[in-house]
């Protein structure tokens, strides 16, 4: 049961223009999500969260946003720049059910194209 | 640098050996969490401790165990390894996962291979 699902393996983006990254999840009990960037043979490195209270939350060119109604969130990237070429994870804790444990998407790999 | 560490970074070894992974926290976190993440799985959820008491348990095989010591380092114990236990095996840290918005921090990893 993946209750977190990133559709997009992959996404294209050129430099100076916007990324958009989706995900999508099952469990209504999710109240804090996260998206981390992780560059391979490192550990995944926090970027931005939000919690359900809130459906916006912005930190320079990155903001996330969420609709609680559909289940979705996505971060956007304003400018896209060639450093944020990554995998994008994004991930979902439900505090009252199980505590802190994230659960993750599959990930995006973004490549962004000078 | 999250500010966790996580030792050794490589480890190659055999079908039915035993290792061990260390984890040490950023400073100030009591909480401490191990994900394993295969090709085919993803990033999945081992194991929670806090203050070195289990909070929570996820997917996380009998031949693996972990523990959390007084100084808040942590261990991640594998045994009788089998092949499909090559993975990545992630630590991270938080302050408090009482709070809602609490986040957590991952170090680089340990890469098993298991031959």
């Known amino acids: 049961d993946q209750q977190v699902k990133q559709n997009s393996p992959s996404l294209s983006v050129q430099e100076g223009r916007i990324s958009i990254l989706n995900c999508d999840y099952t469990n209504s009990m999710f109240d804090y999500f996260l998206w981390y960037k992780k560059y391979p043979a490192e550990g995944p490195t926090f970027l931005i969260s939000i919690s359900s209270i809130k459906d916006k939350n912005e930190d320079g060119r990155f903001t996330v946003f969420l609709n609680k109604s559909a289940k979705h969130l996505s971060l956007h990237i304003v400018p896209s720049q060639p450093g944020d070429s990554a995998v994008y994870f994004c991930a979902a804790s439900a505090q009252e059910t199980s505590g802190s444990r994230l659960t993750f998407g599959e990930g995006t790999q973004l490549t962004v194209n000078p | 640098d999250s500010g966790v560490t996580q030792t050794p970074k490589h480890l190659i070894t055999a079908t039915g050996q035993r290792v061990t992974l260390r984890c040490s926290p950023r400073?100030?976190?009591?909480?401490v969490y191990w994900y394993q993440q295969s090709l085919d799985q993803g990033l999945q959820f081992l194991i929670q401790?806090?203050?070195?008491?289990?909070?929570a348990k996820g997917n996380i095989l009998e031949r693996f165990s972990a523990q959390q010591f007084p100084d808040l380092h942590s261990e991640l114990n594998l045994s009788s390894l089998e092949l499909g236990d090559s993975a990545l095996y992630f630590c991270?840290?938080?302050?408090?996962?009482?709070?809602?918005?609490?986040?957590?921090?991952f170090g680089p990893g340990t890469r098993l291979t298991v031959l």
């Open positions: 401790y806090y203050n070195g008491e289990e909070r």
């Open positions: 400073s100030g976190d009591l909480s």
């Open positions: 991270a840290s938080s302050v408090e996962p009482g709070v809602a918005t609490d986040t957590q921090y």
